[in-house]
């Protein structure tokens, strides 16, 4: 199969390295000259451009820009898709992106494969990065009735969704199928409110006014402080951009962490320890089903 | 040197290995025969007993027990000290202990070694626990009046306090010295706050009325949630009695980390991303002072 792939970063080129290895056709494009030269020279992909048109041959695209640049591109990929070209992307909220791309292009549908590293560039990129991972793919919502009367008449998209899945599981990754603000909410929950959650904690410790105490916390501070501060502690642009993509579901979230600190604050204040004890046995017991 | 121990569990048979290894004689005391049993069958320790009694002959004592039998302790031992006997603790929190013990005994000085296993009890002790591990004395707090007169008048405990940090030293910990007052509220910030930020978080994805959504949350949640929802989801006596015996300085820290969320929520809300980004970026830079 000919699949196309905009965007050659770690999550792209992560994508092609696995893809081009089941002898599928590798067409890459990056915005950067360089990028497509390093691309061509590791052998990540069959074919690199910084122009779009070089797509025309691809039966399925996956963008892999950052979250604001995927609509723009589709929008840019138009005269270059026949009828049945699938398009998907991999950002990591889907409600907006779904939603703008499915007006534009009747064969979109939202993914997000949650793998990733440290790294970004097409330097990280690795083979078997999605091994194991979750890839979520949002159809557009039927029940919102965002899928356009023409799409719904030729009973797609159920036929490119399990070319989707078939992908997916040939990487190794594990596909869930939702509506994309089903997916939104849960990101929420499990990714985006830990950011923000453990980003009040650092804030609030560097709000310590004495001084010897915020010395003496800072070289006691050890593995508790360590993971419950990681997320809140990490890139600052990709934290803004998961608020701003998922505002209405994170905040739905913040405002439900913020009963149960109230509660938690609570029961601290007035030495309810038992019904304290008991809130964290219930953490206790539940945690591991979080946790695979 | 003759050194007691009360309480076999983790710490306690932690800190009798390192120090019998280092030729000390050893002198053991738990409630239950069978603990004694396994402590002088493992040889570690010289002398074991439920009798405190035996600790008669000990220069320096550290009593290891939960932090609600330390006092209690303290006031049985007395008849057994001699004037010059160091008594010393480890319990996680100082201000009431050692506020407690000073009153019964003028030559105690409150401990804690920030060391410790997911593992409890005399099978779980092990040497070297304490290499590289902060180990805080908090000597009775001048400024507050609690030091008793006598000891005032001695001159104490600084050549108690001396001992002490060389063990410590020995141990291969490293000494802070410090009031119980800052102890406790250094200790609120980087440990008993992350035990309740994080169990906040389970507490509130379990929340979730959406069956879709918290069964989808539950299959996605991956490093960023297990991390940040550790130490939330950990033992719950620990954390009641975190709570219960740091209550003041742990409520203290709980309010500024409501207004810190408060103000996050607040920037979310009215999609202020500059200021939600550079509180992030202050976050991002800052958090390496709290890692060693």
């Given at each position: 199969m000919k699949i196309g792939i905009v965007g050659l970063g770690l999550i792209g080129g992560s994508l092609a390295i696995d893809l081009r290895s089941q002898n599928h056709d590798l067409l890459g494009v990056s915005r950067q000259e360089a990028t497509c030269k390093v691309a061509l020279e590791k052998g990540i992909v069959d074919l690199a451009s910084t122009?779009?048109?070089?797509?025309?041959?691809?039966?399925i695209i996956f963008i892999c820009t950052p979250m604001d640049k995927i609509a723009p591109i589709v929008e840019k990929l138009i005269p270059y898709l026949d009828n049945d070209t699938i398009v998907t992307d991999v950002g990591s909220v889907k409600q907006p992106i779904v939603e703008a791309c499915s007006k534009l292009w009747d064969n979109f549908i939202g993914g997000h494969p949650m793998a990733g590293t440290a790294q970004q560039g097409i330097n990280a990129a690795q083979s078997n990065?999605?091994?194991?991972a979750a890839y979520v793919f949002t159809p557009p919502d039927k029940s919102t009735g965002r899928t356009s009367p023409a799409l719904r008449g030729r009973g797609q998209p159920l036929a490119n969704l399990d070319k989707l899945k078939q992908l997916a599981v040939s990487l190794g990754a594990i596909p869930y199928i939702c509506s994309p603000e089903v997916h939104d909410r849960a990101v929420a929950w499990i990714s985006h409110l830990p950011v923000m959650v453990s980003a009040g904690l650092v804030a609030a410790c560097l709000g310590e006014t004495d001084t010897d105490v915020l010395e003496l916390a800072q070289n006691l501070a050890s593995s508790g402080f360590r993971d419950t501060s990681r997320v809140g502690g990490g890139n600052p642009e990709l934290g803004t951009m998961m608020a701003q993509y998922n505002q209405d579901s994170l905040l739905r979230s913040l405002y439900g962490y913020r009963d149960r600190l109230e509660h938690i604050i609570e029961l601290i204040e007035t030495k309810n320890w038992d019904n304290l004890q008991q809130l964290l046995t219930e953490n206790h017991q539940a945690r591991p089903k979080f946790l695979n």
């Open positions: 122009d779009l048109s070089i797509l025309k041959a691809a039966e990065l999605f091994q194991g």
